[in-house]
């Protein structure tokens, strides 16, 4: 599997644009295909530089950065600081509390207003706001700063708390005027939950909804009070059906997960500020993301839970669990990490992190691998032999134990490294940028019970010639002038030799496995046309594909809708159930047409940014879909359990939604606060 990233933490490399939470259908850093919120990111140095993503700039003059660091720019959901009116959605600057030497110059792009703009600017906890001294001008309000967090272009609330014409509060748009109403979609049809199958009244709003949320056309609605583990009603833990939550009040989230042959849960994730799984408190250490791991009982319960980390940037990405309950984490590490056998202190800008716990939490090996330059692992997944693989990108130069890699400072390359259950290399291998290619990025893995291995990840024609290597000589890789990368999926034998490979155009999937070897894909197409699996689509639309373990396609389908659903990266996820059964789930702020079991409105969303899970037959052919809720944002990850249950894990923020609603248990949080972490086991 591969984490969300709700990055809100992620952060793409090079210009590789994401909407995280983005999101798109992932891989790992995949970056979205959809027009979601924009996500970006790019390394810039002591030299300097200037970053621009959508309709943001940050400019930094020489000196400014001591080191080279991955900058990210992150538009959230995240409604004005009060006080304030906004003219611009709200954006995350990353990593949140760097200090400059000199000055940065941000640059935003705001909408009419009545009055002249100002950068509206966070303290590095974004807890205190003020207004910046500021230029506007043209559209675009400027300010220069001198440590990084959230800021939104807008002014101070008029007297009476009136907002200026063009004024926005979350950012998000009425699907049917284009207009902004208080951040809310207005839903056409609110779904009534029945057997957690929805049905849809398509005339009015549900009158009723069973284990659903309120109604959320209800601009006053206030969800209650979050409570750190709380979520699950009496009586919800004695069966392996339950909904738990944790965490409410910083960015926390399930990055990843896997699950042991007795149904034990083991989960790796993001801590900002502090949580507790009800075994103690977890705090973090100094103002950027920790790392937590936790193991959960098959009824939800945290049996142990730990962090690590320093004042600097820890992020997680992979997770994986033998045969014995022996779990391997992979995480990338800007500073100190201590697992408890000694410091790993990273060699530049980020390492790749490897650690080995038993069953009990308890470190058994740990290893780092880099140089200076930034090395990122993506993904994880265990192999039949007791070992595991791990995929992701690095600049510069990286040895796992076999061949040295090398790439330039500011190409990316991604990497496969296959390892024995006591951390020792078995093979290792590249895919090598070719011609004008600006970078690729292994995002996903997944293995068949042989110990093939099949990658998906994204690379990034320029402007001449690209191409990508993946060991069978060079691929071309098509270059569109709406979409900045394409998606590419590879297999790989035992020993790491490729077999097959595909690049398609203008989509983004993520992948799963069945018991047989085949491989699913589940994405999304916003640019067209597309091509994806063998089939060329003119219109945008969920897509879902099968291919053997020849690489041939056994079907591939779409499912269109009127405007944007958003998948993928951190938030759209396939599951396949030992019966061959699929399961997708994602998050939509439309309503996707599954085959006529989503009803699809032609102006208005439908419970919009609704979490789903559609479920169809091994042969694709549509058997359910069922709707659990609509924060105002979701990460999503899944997998099923060894009794048939799916698991949901991720994190979800509530501004002015209602949470999520999973095996009959509301979760939520108070308005404004940052992401909640949420743990839910459903019936399949």
């Not at 990111?41 to 950065?65: C, K, M, N, R, Y």
């Not at 059906?241 to 989960?267: K, P, R």
């Not at 091994?618 to 659990?628: D, E, N, T």
Request: proline fraction near 6%; glycine fraction near 14%; hydrophobic fraction near 40%.
């Amino acid at each position: 599997m591969q984490k969300p990233r709700i990055l809100p933490t992620i952060a793409l490399m090079l210009t590789m644009a994401r909407v995280h939470g983005s999101a798109c259908v992932l891989a790992v850093a995949l970056a979205a295909c959809s027009s979601g919120p924009a996500t970006g990111g790019a390394f810039i140095g002591p030299e300097g530089g200037t970053i621009t993503v959508g309709d943001v700039t940050a400019s930094f003059p020489p000196g400014a950065l001591e080191s080279r660091v991955e900058i990210t720019i992150t538009q959230t959901n995240d409604a004005v600081p009060a006080g304030y009116v906004g003219y611009s959605p709200v954006y995350r600057f990353g990593p949140r509390g760097i200090a400059f030497a000199s000055p940065v110059t941000i640059s935003i792009h705001h909408t009419p207003a009545a009055r002249a703009a100002s950068v509206i600017w966070s303290d590095s906890a974004e807890t205190t706001w003020v207004e910046l001294p500021s230029t506007d001008g043209s559209g675009f309000v400027s300010a220069t700063v001198m440590h990084f967090s959230e800021g939104v272009a807008g002014g101070p609330e008029l007297d009476g708390g009136a907002s200026d014409a063009g004024d926005q509060d979350a950012g998000l748009v009425d699907a049917a005027t284009g207009g902004m109403d208080g951040g809310l979609h207005d839903a056409g049809a609110d779904s009534a939950m029945d057997g957690g199958v929805p049905t849809h009244d398509a005339g009015a709003d549900a009158a009723s909804a069973d284990a659903g949320p309120p109604d959320t056309g209800d601009a006053n609605f206030q969800p209650p009070s979050c409570v750190a583990g709380s979520g699950g009603a009496p009586g919800a833990h004695g069966s392996v059906t339950f909904a738990e939550q944790f965490g409410c009040g910083s960015d926390n989230f399930i990055a990843d997960f896997a699950v042991d042959s007795a149904g034990n849960i083991y989960a790796i994730g993001s801590v900002r500020d502090t949580i507790d799984f009800g075994n103690g408190v977890l705090t973090c250490d100094g103002t950027s993301d920790d790392v937590f791991l936790v193991k959960f009982d098959p009824s939800g319960h945290a049996l142990w839970s730990h962090r690590y980390g320093d004042a600097a940037f820890q992020d997680p990405t992979g997770i994986a669990v033998d045969t014995s309950g022996n779990v391997v984490i992979a995480i990338a590490n800007y500073g100190t990490v201590d697992f408890g056998l000694g410091p790993l202190v990273s060699a530049g800008s980020s390492d790749v992190v490897l650690a080995k716990f038993d069953p009990a939490g308890t470190p058994i090996w740990q290893q780092q691998f880099g140089d200076a330059d930034g090395q990122f692992p993506s993904a994880m997944v265990a192999t039949p032999s007791g070992g595991f693989a791990v995929v992701g990108m690095f600049y510069g130069a990286v040895s796992f134990g076999g061949a040295t890699f090398s790439t330039s400072t500011t190409i990316s390359s991604s990497f496969v490294a296959a390892f024995d259950a006591a951390g020792r290399h078995v093979w290792s291998t590249q895919f090598v940028p070719v011609g004008s290619l600006s970078g690729n990025l292994a995002d996903d893995i997944v293995s068949d019970a042989t110990g093939a291995v099949t990658i998906s990840g994204s690379a990034y024609p320029g402007s001449g010639g690209s191409g990508i290597d993946f060991g069978l000589g060079t691929v071309s890789v098509p270059s569109s002038s709406s979409h900045t990368y394409q998606p590419y999926i590879v297999h790989l034998d035992p020993s790491g030799h490729a077999l097959w490979s595909h690049v398609y155009v203008n989509c983004s999937f993520d992948i799963a496995i069945d018991s047989l070897g085949n491989v699913v894909a589940f994405g999304s197409t916003i640019d067209t046309p597309s091509d994806f699996a063998g089939s060329s689509y003119g219109s945008a639309g969920l897509l879902l594909a099968k291919f053997d373990t020849n690489g041939a396609t056994v079907f591939s389908e779409q499912f269109p809708y009127v405007s944007t659903t958003v998948v993928g990266d951190s938030t759209g996820r396939a599951v396949v159930l030992p019966s061959g059964q699929i399961d997708i789930v994602g998050w939509s702020n439309i309503s996707a047409c599954l085959a006529g079991g989503m009803s699809c409105p032609t102006s208005r969303t439908d419970q919009a940014y609704g979490l789903f899970l559609g479920q169809f037959t091994a042969a694709g052919a549509y058997i359910a879909v069922a709707r659990f809720g609509s924060p105002d944002w979701v990460s999503v990850e899944a997998m099923h359990s060894p009794n048939g249950q799916i698991i949901l894990a991720g994190g979800f923020r509530v501004t002015t939604r209602p949470g999520l609603t999973l095996a009959g248990q509301m979760l939520t949080a108070p308005p404004g606060t940052e992401a909640a972490v949420y743990l839910a086991s459903i019936p399949p």
